[in-house]
């Protein structure tokens, strides 16, 4: 069976005997059905010209047009005569590494490489694994999403998201109880409602400084039938993380785009254990933590969205804006 990835633009071929297949019956089905209605209403002229562009055959629709459908979904119910399934998620694994998501909060560009501040206050100094590809070209700080390699080289990979999911992800991390379910939840139920599970998330490719990833479905009781959506990778993670599915990034754009952390001065030196890093920024010296505030805030708020307390996601917020104001002074 062939199977589509990546954005294509299918093209109707009639068969040599005329007969329609069974999405031409069923696109000529809704476009007559589409007709008969708006004939029955008075309704004529450009209308029904307006419905063969969305129900006719696929030749129809972009005839006159110059849209572009992509199709973003690929799907696969038997294996391609190799014995690999259908969406062949399994077959390039060798180009592809685990990650493991870290707790970092926001990435910027300093003049020596750049810094990836963690939740808990520590700040990690990198430099470009590949110094011929340049990022990030302000110093802003930016939300972001930290994956760090598991294939040894402890490379890490920073996707710069939009501050919700970079939150909704650690909260995710810390076990914060959210009481009214996350988009991320809803699409969660969903899968197993109808009868699928999250399988993997792939980080494909980067085109114009945006990443590309996929989220992997198998059918609960047959893995051969596999789906495969293109979402944003800030989405397919948190999805990934809530079903504890492996996240993998292309081996190629780990290399190219990854950071090396590279050796501390003394006064930000940090030790080893199994799950995490200490530094000397975590030993209380009687001063405020201007990071952990302004996490508890930006969290308050956030849960206070979801449970549809608008007043009160209002007033953090404010509290939000006037703390960082009065932080930006202080630097």
């Known amino acids: 069976m062939e199977i589509i990835n990546g954005p294509v633009l299918p093209r109707y071929a009639a068969p040599a005997t005329g007969a329609l297949t069974s ?8 476009l007559r059905r589409v007709h008969l209605r708006r004939r029955a209403c008075g309704l004529q002229g450009d209308h029904y010209r307006a419905a063969r562009r969305f129900f006719g055959f696929p030749s129809e629709r972009h005839a006159r047009s110059g849209w572009v459908w992509p199709v973003c ?3 696969g119910s038997s294996s391609d005569g190799d014995g690999a399934a259908a969406a062949d998620y399994d077959a390039s694994g060798e180009e592809f590494v685990n990650s493991s998501v870290m707790e970092a909060v926001e990435l910027r560009s300093v003049s020596d ?9 520590k700040n990690l100094r990198c430099v470009q694994n590949n110094p011929r590809v340049l990022r990030l070209r302000d110093s802003a700080p930016h939300h972001a999403i930290v994956l760090k390699m598991e294939d040894g080289s402890d490379l890490l990979l920073p996707i710069i998201v939009m501050e919700t999911p970079s939150i909704m992800l650690l909260a995710a991390l810390r076990n914060i109880r959210i009481p009214r379910p996350t988009i991320y939840n809803v699409v969660k139920e969903m899968t197993e409602r109808m009868g699928y599970a ?11 400084d945006a990443y590309y990833s996929r ?3 198998a059918k609960i009781g047959n893995e051969e039938e596999t789906i495969s959506l293109d979402l944003k990778p800030s989405d397919a993670i948190n999805i990934a993380f809530r079903c504890k599915v492996p996240i993998q990034v292309n081996r190629r754009i780990a290399y190219n785009n990854g950071l090396k952390v590279v050796q ?6 940090y030790v080893s254990s199994d799950q995490f890093q200490y530094t000397r920024l975590d030993r209380p010296d009687d001063q405020p933590c201007f990071e952990a505030q302004e996490f508890d805030l930006v969290r308050n708020m956030l849960v206070a969205a979801v449970e549809e307390r ?3 996601a209002a007033q953090y917020r404010d509290q939000l804006f006037m703390f960082r104001a009065k932080k930006k002074n202080m630097i």
Not at 23 to 30: N, P, R, V, W, Y
């Open 215 to 217: 989220l992997y479905l």
């Open 198 to 208: 999250v399988r993997l998330v792939r980080i494909t490719e980067m085109v114009h």
């Open 264 to 269: 501390p001065t003394p006064s930000e030196s």
């Open 310 to 312: 608008y007043k009160d």
């Open 23 to 30: 999405d031409a019956k069923i696109s000529g089905q809704l």
């Open 73 to 75: 979904c690929s799907y």
């Open 113 to 121: 490489g750049f810094v990836i501040k963690m939740r808990d206050g």
